[in-house]
């Protein structure tokens, strides 16, 4: 770990409760939904992280719980120094409260999560699709998401999807 980051992350634990994992160079907090506003609020007034870098999420299906985290790439300038913040999240309908009070680029990155993954954030001021036509239904890169006409073929079930795919007639 760089030895700008021990401090904020030994802080960090002191005042969230939240330990720092390290892999392959990137530092990385796993946190509560109900501390995201507070500890984001911390990190960019109190050590100079003024910049959200990047926002998006993985989808973990089938497992339920949790079956999202929610991956924030936050950026210090002055420091030139980086922070992950991970939230995990239960369910088919998950929710955080908007980052856009604090970065205002929050705003593009929240609508395409909401597009992509359905995770809503609350208190947006303008979530609505960015990526897909505003009359599409669901959320492409859930994991859920149906592909198609054809089911994907791997080698646990090569014999039933042959049996199903349309065959060119001789």
């Not at 634990?13 to 946190?31: D, N």
């Not at 980052?99 to 999560?113: D, F, G, P, S």
């Amino acid at each position: 770990m760089e030895d700008l980051l021990k401090p904020i992350t030994e802080t960090i634990h002191q005042r969230f409760g939240v330990e720092a994992h390290e892999s392959h160079g990137l530092v990385s907090l796993t946190i509560h939904p109900e501390q995201l506003i507070s500890l984001v609020k911390t990190l960019r007034n109190e050590f100079k992280f003024d910049m959200l870098a990047a926002e998006t999420a993985v989808d973990y299906w089938p497992e339920q719980s949790p079956r999202f985290h929610m991956i924030y790439e936050l950026y210090s300038t002055p420091q030139n120094i980086g922070l992950e913040l991970r939230v995990p999240l239960d369910g088919n309908a998950p929710s955080l409260p908007t980052l856009e009070i604090l970065y205002a680029n929050a705003n593009w990155h929240e609508r395409e999560v909401w597009d992509m993954f359905g995770i809503k954030f609350e208190g947006h001021s303008d979530l609505r699709r960015i990526l897909m036509p505003f009359d599409w239904e669901g959320h492409p890169l859930r994991k859920d998401y149906p592909l198609g006409y054809e089911e994907l073929q791997f080698t646990f079930n090569f014999d039933q999807v042959m049996i199903h795919k349309p065959h060119p007639k001789s």
